[in-house]
């Protein structure tokens, strides 16, 4: 059966394949410095906005198929391809965005995204029905996995590996075309074969051409519309300046436990918005006991660290740090340990021999 496609539908469905996959990429910008609850909203609408464009980017190419025969489709496996595309990219966007943040979860982002879109495209054409038969070539099948897989781990990988706007719209155009390149790539492979009896099939309400309008425009303003909420770039440099000034790790992070027992670590975890980073131990001032949590100090700011002086101890057991005031003085509610080399007065301990600093409140 000959198949044609139009072209201007196909411009359209590459276009907004990139603008979701910008989208959503511009989205879970920044979502590290969010507390939990807008962490996840942000996750979702992400999820919406990227999940939701592919599928798009998938009808309007399928509007653009020009067949001999009269075609519908089938409105539960409709239904079905748009939820699995929004399930899979936020799968994707919870893995990268919980946890700490590796290669190996990118990795992981993009395989579940190149799978989303392999089954969201196949699950799509599945809701074809009338007056022709879809077969599915192997060698289509593996070569559209193949391509969604691998690009989208690239775009991830490009997208990811430093958050300005250049690498989000780079991100952005290689996930669209890829996006497009797998659905594309599929239906070169795929072929459609009349029925011997005809039936009737009822004219559509809205012509193909309006229809593909239709989505593409509703793609565009529903995009921007989430654009606008996005956490501004300018806010997430700043931050990131800020931190990489003050030698914090600004990658999002994980309290690391075995068994439950401490391990020995040259990072220290603290928490902002409700999220925790870690905090090179070189870079420590002074650590401060206050009941079951501590107080880090680097020299300008305090910040609340989740474990107890008694856990930091064992966890930073052979460094070099002493502990203040020394035994038999001490009280538990007032233990803090101060690195050796660092002889500089901390604020709040009295009698401690050194060089003055300017004094900031531990």
């Known amino acids: 059966m000959l198949v044609t496609y139009d ?20 989205l879970a910008s920044g979502l590290r410095y969010l507390d939990t609850p807008r962490r996840k909203s942000q996750i979702v609408k992400a999820a919406i906005a990227l999940g939701g464009g592919i599928w798009s980017m998938h009808f309007v190419g399928m509007l653009a198929v020009q067949l001999p025969v009269s075609i519908n489709y089938d409105a539960l496996y409709t239904l079905g391809s748009v939820l699995i595309a929004i399930l899979f990219t936020g799968l994707s966007f919870y893995l990268i965005h919980f946890g700490v943040r590796n290669y190996v979860r990118i990795i992981g982002a993009g ?3 190149g799978l989303g879109i392999v089954s969201m ?3 799509g054409m599945a809701a074809i029905k009338g007056n022709c038969i879809v077969t599915y070539s192997p060698t ?21 590996r430093k958050r300005t706007l250049l690498q989000l719209v780079l991100g952005g155009v290689v996930l669209g075309v890829t996006i497009s390149g797998m659905h594309y790539s599929a239906m070169i492979y795929t072929r459609f074969m009349p029925v011997q009896d005809l039936i009737e099939v009822a004219a559509p309400l809205i012509s193909d051409g309006y229809l593909a309008l239709f989505v593409a425009v509703a793609a565009f303003l529903i995009c921007g519309l989430f654009l606008i909420t996005a956490f501004p ?13 003050s030698g914090h790790a600004i990658e999002e992070a994980e309290i690391e436990e075995t068994n439950g027992s401490v391990q020995q670590t040259n990072r220290l975890p603290y928490e902002l918005n409700k999220t925790t980073y870690f905090m090179d131990v070189d870079k420590i001032y002074s650590i401060k006991a206050e009941g079951h949590y501590s107080v880090l100090f680097d020299g300008q700011d305090s910040h609340f660290c989740p474990w107890p002086i008694s856990r930091i101890e064992t966890a930073l057991e052979g460094q070099n740090f002493f502990t203040y005031p020394p035994q038999p003085y001490r009280q538990s509610s007032a233990r803090q340990r101060i690195p050796k080399r660092k002889r500089q007065r901390i604020p709040g301990l ?8 300017s004094r900031q409140p531990l």
């Open 233 to 245: 770039l300018e806010d997430i440099w700043a931050l990131e300046g800020r931190l990489s000034s």
């Open 7 to 26: 072209p201007l539908m196909v411009t359209a469905s590459v276009l907004v394949a990139i603008l979701a996959s910008f989208t959503g990429l511009r």
């Open 111 to 113: 395989v579940l995204t």
């Open 350 to 357: 009295a009698g401690f021999a050194g060089n003055r600093r």
């Open 121 to 123: 495209h196949y699950v």
């Open 140 to 160: 289509g099948i593996v070569l559209s996995t193949a391509i969604s897989v691998l690009s989208s781990i690239g775009a991830f990988t490009l997208a990811y």
